[in-house]
């Protein structure tokens, strides 16, 4: 089906993007030694350019940042480096792709931190109902219970606030647009963020406004290293926690509008380029509240993404709506890397194999045919078309 309002060029902070379809972050665990982004990651974004925008799979900003073994990191040279070759790529194809700066705090175990060390948190409170992901030979890994974690000091806090900004800065050095900042899924940002996992007492802790403080202070950190209009922020604003195994997602709070209304609030006091919200997307999914939708709409000036189990129709009328600006489309951008040109013309799409998303090499990550290379596509000498 053809969906016109997702095809409408769009002003981006200081981007032009061609269309509205967004390849959102997608954890794919295909990082070579040390971390490194790798020739074949540099082929996977290359074929996914035609989105009107990218933001890379999560980057762990430091060592301790890293709960699953081969993601890739965005803090040494070599992975610097190896990034310059995705960026490149894209950019080739006309893409406009920014990083996501990842840290996920106490979703991590000993076996992944420097000296077998417990990970970090805001609070030394286990995670529940999520799993961390360590490597046990060479290619094999297995699911493990998070280590429980130890709190921050402040001292530690105003450190990772500056690794942040540095982060950025290496995302710009190694060919990004931009950057966004990982705030959502129950990792570190969130794990401050929520009443849940802060038991903090200090200026980090207790009062909504002082829980969002980390936020506001890496937000000012990565806009003074980068721009502002070079930034964005992702959430998972959940508002109900029906589905028990799957709450790991995001922290449900007890007032989870105002939380993320005054989350939204920073935002748009440092003028950021767009906010990213992560619906749920397990089957059955409640929608978020309408009011909600609403509310962000009438909060945030910058341009607003919506993931979540969208469909090209569903987006479109979220868009057409003035609720959205921007889809990110995640399952079926991985199995079909000509997605866009897909929708428009309404072509088939190929079928995601699950077996295949977290690990491996080639498969399931750039042998997905584009509609052309099934087969499928019309010869235009059949229809007497000329080039």
């Known amino acids: 089906m053809r969906q016109h309002s997702l095809f409408q060029p769009l002003k981006l902070g200081r981007y032009d993007l061609k269309n509205r379809l967004v390849l959102p972050p997608l954890t794919r665990q295909r990082s070579g030694p040390g971390d490194v982004a790798t020739a074949l990651m540099a082929r996977y ?5 035609t989105a009107g ?7 762990q900003i430091e060592p301790r940042g890293q709960g699953y073994a081969w993601t890739p990191g965005i803090y040494s040279p070599a992975q610097i480096e190896g990034w310059r070759h995705v ?10 792709i920014f990083a996501q700066l990842w840290h996920v705090g106490r979703v991590s175990h000993t076996a992944l931190q420097p000296q077998g060390g417990a990970p970090v948190a805001p609070s030394a409170i286990p995670a529940k109902k999520v799993k ?12 493990v219970e998070p280590s429980t974690p130890r709190a921050l000091t402040v001292a530690e806090i105003k450190e990772l606030v ?26 570190l940002v ?6 849940h996992a802060n038991h903090r007492e200090d200026e980090y802790g207790g009062s909504l406004q002082n829980r969002l403080r980390f936020l506001r202070e890496i937000v000012q950190a990565v806009s003074d290293a980068v721009g502002a209009d070079r930034l964005g922020v992702r959430f998972t604003p959940l508002f109900t926690s029906t589905d028990q195994d799957r709450v790991y997602i995001g922290l449900v709070e007890d007032d989870p509008h105002e939380t993320y209304i005054e989350a939204i609030n920073v935002l748009e006091e440092a003028g950021v380029a767009y906010v990213s919200i992560a619906e749920a997307d397990w089957d059955n999914a409640p929608d978020l509240p309408e009011a909600f939708r609403q509310e962000v709409r009438r909060t945030f000036s910058g341009r607003i993404i919506y993931a979540g189990r969208y469909t090209a129709e569903r987006g479109a009328r979220l868009v057409e709506a003035g609720l959205a600006d921007l889809i990110a489309i995640g399952r079926p951008f991985i199995a079909n890397p000509d997605l866009p040109e897909r929708l428009q013309n309404g072509w088939a799409l190929n079928a995601v194999n699950p077996a295949t998303l977290y690990g491996g090499a080639e498969a399931g990550f750039t042998d997905y045919p584009t509609y052309a290379e099934s087969g499928l596509a019309v010869r235009p000498e059949i229809h007497g078309i000329t080039s």
């Open 132 to 143: 961390a992901f360590i490597e046990t030979a060479p290619g094999a890994g297995t699911l």
């Open 45 to 49: 974004y290359g074929q996914r350019a």
């Open 87 to 96: 960026t490149a790529a894209v950019h080739e194809k006309g893409g406009i």
């Open 162 to 187: 500056a690794l942040y900004a540095q982060a950025a800065r290496n995302a710009i050095s190694a060919g990004f647009d931009g950057v966004e900042i990982h705030a959502a899924n129950g990792y």
């Open 190 to 195: 969130n794990q401050f963020i929520s009443a």
């Open 53 to 59: 925008f990218m933001i890379s799979e999560g980057s």
